[in-house]
């Protein structure tokens, strides 16, 4: 793996997995190879993003070890935790399960030679975000926000977070999401529902691409 970006926000509902998701395809359509683990583990997306949600990963004997075979769509090789549950069940864990589902996901699964491995993380700054960063060399981070205040809050505590002494990640940028609507009828007009320019104002507070 050359290079492990870490997608999070602050908060839920900003569109970090409709992003991650797009980011590993624009990837991939430029002829790198590349993985996407998601690591929302309460509220795993990519499986119904990349019409796979009905699929089921297999392990195969790699030298002696038996490792989960990734699903590949898109071009993109996917595990997520939603493969392994019911669509409609609740996944009730605790920080230490949670955290021993992610280490699989990079431990024991058969990811071959990859470019990227993009990491759809859950929101906020909790034990997933901490196992990632202790257990794997993360190239950088992406922060997803919408414009709303309440969001960018939230995102400018990510953002702190990669950059604490102890876990050093380079962010790599803030995406601005939902920035605003275009009705079909009207394809010219920008509706800034959200607000405007909020996480292009945080970039250049924070001193981080936009």
Same mark, same amino acid.
Do not use: C
């Given at each position: ?18 992003? =991650? ?6 990837? $991939?359509?430029?002829?790198? +190879?590349?993985?996407?683990? !998601? %690591? *929302? ?48 069940? =609740? ?6 399960? $949670?955290?021993?589902?992610? +280490?699989?996901?990079?431990? !024991? %699964? *058969? ?67 939902? %920035? ?31």
């Amino acid at each position: 793996m050359r290079n492990i970006i870490a997608v999070a926000s602050g908060k839920g509902g900003v569109g970090k997995s409709t992003v =991650a998701a797009n980011l590993a395809v624009a990837l $991939a359509k430029q002829g790198a +190879n590349v993985g996407l683990i !998601d %690591a *929302d583990i309460y509220g795993p997306s990519v499986p119904i993003m990349f019409d796979v949600e009905h699929e089921k990963p297999f392990v195969r004997e790699v030298n002696g070890r038996n490792l989960i075979v990734p699903i590949e769509s898109y071009g993109v090789k996917l595990l997520s935790i939603g493969f392994f549950a019911d669509t409609s069940q =609740a996944i009730a864990w605790r920080g230490p399960m $949670a955290t021993k589902a992610l +280490n699989q996901m990079f431990g !024991d %699964a *058969d990811w071959g030679d990859l470019d990227y491995l993009l990491v759809d993380l859950p929101p906020g700054t909790g034990d997933i975000h901490l196992t990632l960063v202790s257990a794997v060399p993360v190239t950088g981070a992406v922060i997803v926000s919408t414009p709303q205040r309440v969001a960018l809050t939230d995102a400018q505590k990510g953002v702190s977070m990669f950059q604490l002494p102890n876990i050093n990640v380079p962010v790599l940028g803030i995406v601005e999401n939902m %920035a605003y609507f275009t009705p079909d009828e009207l394809p010219d007009n920008k509706y800034y529902i959200f607000g405007k320019g909020g996480a292009r104002d945080l970039a250049t507070k924070l001193d981080v691409p936009f």
